[in-house]
């Protein structure tokens, strides 16, 4: 019954998952010397996203009636928002990344690997990241999802804005990355 205010709560039962408990990681590639990037970026990612995906779809026409079969998995780039501390750690970071990745001015790359190598070798600019979800049960210590990203690498800085008027604010930034797939994880194995 749609007004029936008890089933509503017993439906409800953990308290609704909260967009406010979640935490970031991502492990950057070896040859970026990002220790301490890596330690503040749970605590510095202010928005990221449970990702989406969508699956497409084949039409094929037979007798004047269109049949559908699966198509092809798309996933949508991750983008994420971090606070600018003053010492710009995790934003020199990425700007290393990108930088290893190819430079601006002049186009080569350090990776001879690619991304033939996800987890994180030398050799390779894609890594792996994690989002998790965590519960306010549980004093923010039990994670409910955990979405692993295979293959990630960041494709997109974002610009931070400087303004006179922009005061008792803090600087903020995007990244946007691109990966090659994510998987759910709902027995959350700690962090790597």
Same mark, same amino acid.
């Given at each position: 019954?749609?007004?029936?205010?008890?089933?509503?709560?017993?439906?409800?039962?953990?308290g609704?998952?909260?967009? &406010?408990?979640?935490?970031?990681?991502?492990?950057?590639?070896?040859?970026?010397?990002?220790?301490?990037?890596?330690?503040?970026?749970?605590?510095?990612?202010?928005?990221?996203?449970?990702?989406?995906?969508? @699956?497409?779809?084949?039409?094929?026409?037979?007798?004047?009636?269109?049949?559908?079969?699966?198509?092809?998995?798309?996933?949508?780039?991750?983008?994420?928002?971090?606070?600018?501390?003053?010492?710009?750690?995790?934003?020199?970071?990425?700007?290393?990344?990108?930088?290893?990745?190819?430079?601006?001015?002049?186009?080569?790359?350090?990776?001879?690997?690619?991304?033939?190598?996800?987890?994180?070798?030398?050799?390779?600019?894609?890594?792996?990241?994690?989002?998790?979800? @965590?519960?306010?049960?549980?004093?923010?210590?039990?994670?409910?999802?955990?979405?692993?990203f295979?293959?990630?690498?960041?494709?997109?800085?974002g610009?931070?804005?400087?303004?006179?008027?922009?005061?008792?604010?803090?600087?903020?930034? &995007?990244?946007?990355?691109?990966?090659?797939?994510?998987?759910?994880?709902?027995?959350?194995?700690?962090?790597?």
């Amino acid at each position: 019954m749609p007004f029936a205010l008890n089933e509503f709560r017993n439906s409800l039962e953990h308290g609704g998952a909260r967009p &406010t408990q979640f935490d970031m990681d991502i492990v950057w590639p070896q040859t970026i010397a990002a220790g301490v990037a890596r330690a503040k970026l749970p605590f510095l990612c202010q928005i990221s996203v449970i990702p989406g995906t969508t @699956l497409g779809t084949v039409t094929v026409p037979y007798f004047g009636r269109e049949l559908y079969y699966a198509g092809d998995r798309k996933f949508e780039p991750l983008t994420i928002t971090i606070l600018n501390d003053e010492d710009f750690l995790i934003r020199h970071a990425l700007e290393e990344w990108g930088r290893q990745i190819t430079a601006h001015s002049y186009t080569t790359g350090m990776f001879a690997g690619g991304i033939a190598s996800a987890r994180g070798a030398a050799t390779s600019y894609a890594t792996r990241a994690q989002v998790r979800q @965590l519960s306010r049960n549980e004093n923010g210590n039990g994670p409910q999802q955990r979405y692993i990203f295979e293959g990630i690498f960041p494709v997109a800085l974002g610009e931070i804005e400087v303004n006179w008027e922009a005061y008792d604010q803090i600087e903020k930034f &995007t990244c946007q990355f691109r990966y090659q797939w994510w998987e759910c994880d709902t027995h959350d194995r700690g962090k790597w």
